[in-house]
C-alpha cells in the first residue's frame, strides 16, 4: 500500500492556474498508474487525468484535456497536475490515486490508494 499526500491547492481567479502535487511513500512508486480524481459539492468524484508507470501514456477528462497536464517524477515519487485556465466549474477537492494494475484508469473504484484531498476552489 501506498501513502500518498497532496499540496498546491488553493484560491484562484478564473483563468489562472495552479499546480497540484502529490508525494507518493511506502511503496514502488515507479510501479504504480497515478491519477487524479475530483468531487465538487453535491456532485459525484469524478476522473481528471492519469499516467502510466513510465509517464508515456496520458488520459484526460474531456472537461480538462487542453488546459490540465499530468506529469510524474519517479526519481522524487512525485506526481504533478498543472491546471491552466481555471474556472468556477474546475472548484472542487482534489485526489491523488495510486494502482497498480487498474481494471480502468477512468474509474475510481481501480484504486485502492488515496489521498487526504487538496481542495482548489476558482473564484469568478
Known amino acids: 500500500q501506498v501513502q500518498l499526500e497532496e499540496s498546491g491547492g488553493g484560491l484562484v481567479q478564473a483563468g489562472g492556474s495552479l499546480r497540484l502535487s502529490c508525494a507518493a511513500s511506502?511503496?514502488?512508486?515507479?510501479?504504480?498508474?497515478m491519477a487524479w480524481f475530483r468531487q465538487a459539492p453535491g456532485k459525484e468524484r469524478e476522473f481528471v487525468a492519469a499516467?502510466?508507470?513510465?509517464?508515456?501514456?496520458?488520459w484526460y477528462a474531456r472537461s480538462v484535456k487542453g488546459r490540465f497536464i499530468i506529469s510524474r517524477d519517479n526519481g522524487e515519487n512525485t506526481v504533478y497536475l498543472q491546471m491552466n485556465r481555471l474556472n468556477p466549474d474546475d472548484t472542487a477537492v482534489y485526489y491523488c490515486?495510486?494502482?497498480?494494475?487498474?481494471?480502468?484508469?477512468?474509474?475510481?473504484?481501480?484504486?485502492?490508494?488515496w489521498g487526504q484531498g487538496t481542495q482548489v476552489t476558482v473564484s469568478s
Open positions: 490515486v495510486a494502482a497498480a494494475s487498474p481494471r480502468s484508469v477512468v474509474a475510481s473504484e481501480s484504486y485502492r490508494d
Open positions: 511506502g511503496g514502488t512508486f515507479s510501479n504504480y498508474v
Open positions: 499516467i502510466n508507470s513510465s509517464g508515456r501514456n496520458t
